[in-house]
């Protein structure tokens, strides 16, 4: 088995001129799929990430929102989002019930990890429970609070996200009920801590997680291509489950299923299903995939070449490029402690005075692909919300998702929604593109742009006898 330190450098590979690509921007045209690292690797690799997380991430948390107890309580089948992000690369799921407990003690000293439960998760957690001696386990816990007398007891219950809501109904009650009285009015949401938890991206997550994206940005450069489109013939739902497969066959996982739309000159609504792809079609896809516990979300546009063009019309290519400024607009925008309406606000204003037409729906990214943290308006909603009330912090990972809606004049000044997204790192001060953002179309030729061979000329073989 390779060192952790060469399964990172498998991870992180990237083809010659990537890294420039990023920097400036524009994507690889045609990039190429990184090395998909074993099991075994990928397990080692977590564990390092969920071991410096724990180490550095869960105190600094606690400590800056001045909780000195975080309780997380899970069961199998109804896993709580956080409590499924701290478990190692074998423990997989809650066994049963699983509770973990954060204690800071104050006075500069370690937090305590511990867990009420008959496993130390990978050494992960000190296991403070021992049924032989103690069998209730609700009532263990409850010692275990009693003996360090936490002056705040955060909990997973929050109505402002799920992602921070994980601790069920009955879960809660038997908590409570077997909490002495004196410490039950010290019960606070763990909102902040579960969404800075979840938010949050440490250096060495970032390492990979262009990796991550590369290889979304493949799959869909193959889907999007006449490797798997032959114009007349395909339908939009073979692309879609061409990506399925394509990322079964990697060892991977998608978190939703592919989309694929047809957008096409004299046709109002964008077509799809069972719809067939056609010579002068704008294809449109939305597709995700999940590897290392670390998500994507990407939407590209690919336009079907007709006989004789060899790019995609200049109407096409405008709607594109709004896009763009769009995105700059957007991320031109981002400041540490704006809140995303704040920040939705800005964008907006600043697209309309540049001409567009644009509507914004980007949102975090990382252990979940629709993420923890503040929502930037809605695709139905582009008015402040309650999601969007959040501050942005730094190091966190985005999906900068919008369109922009223009005529083209080569559809007879039809209306055209230009959709992307593309995944983006916020280190505080900037964003950044993980593997750059499209600014071509991807381009279907077909057989009718493929040139007709010449016929070989050969020498005549002599008459036989």
Do not use: C
């Amino acid at each position: 088995m390779p060192s952790l330190f060469a399964a990172l450098l498998l991870v992180t590979l990237m083809p010659a001129g990537a890294a420039q690509a990023a920097d400036n921007l524009a994507e690889a045209e045609a990039p190429t799929m990184p090395a998909i690292l074993t099991l075994r690797e990928q397990a080692a690799l977590r564990d390092a990430w969920l071991g410096e997380r724990l180490e550095k991430v869960v105190p600094a948390l606690m400590r800056a929102h001045g909780v000195d107890m975080w309780v997380l309580i899970a069961r199998e089948y109804a896993e709580d989002p956080v409590v499924a992000t701290m478990l190692d690369a074998r423990s997989m799921h809650a066994r049963r019930r699983t509770i973990l407990v954060f204690f800071d003690p104050g006075e500069g000293q370690p937090v305590e990890r511990l867990t009420v439960s008959r496993y130390g998760l990978a050494g992960l957690f000190t296991p403070v429970w021992q049924p032989e001696s103690q069998p209730d386990q609700w009532q263990r816990l409850a010692e275990v609070i009693a003996e360090r007398d936490p002056q705040t007891i955060a909990l997973n219950i929050s109505g402002q996200t799920a992602l921070a809501d994980g601790l069920t109904h009955s879960q809660h009650e038997a908590f409570v009920a077997a909490l002495p009285e004196a410490y039950r009015a010290r019960i606070v949401p763990a909102t902040s801590l579960a969404i800075g938890w979840l938010e949050t991206r440490i250096p060495a997550e970032m390492e990979a997680y262009p990796g991550i994206v590369r290889i979304a940005h493949a799959i869909i450069a193959e889907a999007l291509s006449d490797a798997v489109i032959t114009p007349g013939t395909t339908k939009a739902e073979d692309v879609q489950w061409w990506m399925r497969e394509k990322v079964s066959a990697l060892g991977l996982k998608v978190w939703f299923h592919p989309s694929l739309a047809i957008f096409r000159a004299g046709q109002d609504a964008e077509l799809s299903g069972d719809a067939v792809i056609e010579p002068g079609d704008m294809l449109w896809t939305d597709f995700g995939i999940t590897y290392l516990g670390l998500n994507t979300d990407t939407q590209h546009l690919a336009y079907v070449l007709k006989p004789g063009e060899d790019d995609a019309p200049d109407g096409l290519k405008a709607g594109l490029a709004a896009n763009n400024a769009v995105q700059d607009a957007l991320t031109d925008q981002f400041r540490t402690g704006r809140s995303g309406n704040g920040l939705l606000s800005l964008a907006r204003a600043r697209a309309i005075s540049e001409g567009h037409q644009p509507s914004i729906y980007s949102h975090p990214i990382g252990y979940h692909g629709h993420g923890a943290g503040p929502a930037i308006g809605f695709w139905d909603d582009q008015n402040p919300t309650p999601a969007g009330e959040y501050p942005l912090r730094a190091n966190t990972a985005w999906s900068i998702e919008l369109a922009v809606t223009r005529v083209v004049p080569e559809w007879g000044d039809q209306p055209v929604s230009f959709r992307t997204e593309e995944d983006a790192f916020f280190d505080g001060e900037r964003v950044s593109y993980l593997d750059g953002r499209q600014s071509a179309f991807h381009l279907i030729r077909g057989a009718s742009n493929t040139p007709v061979a010449e016929p070989i000329m050969t020498e005549a073989l002599p008459a036989a006898e």
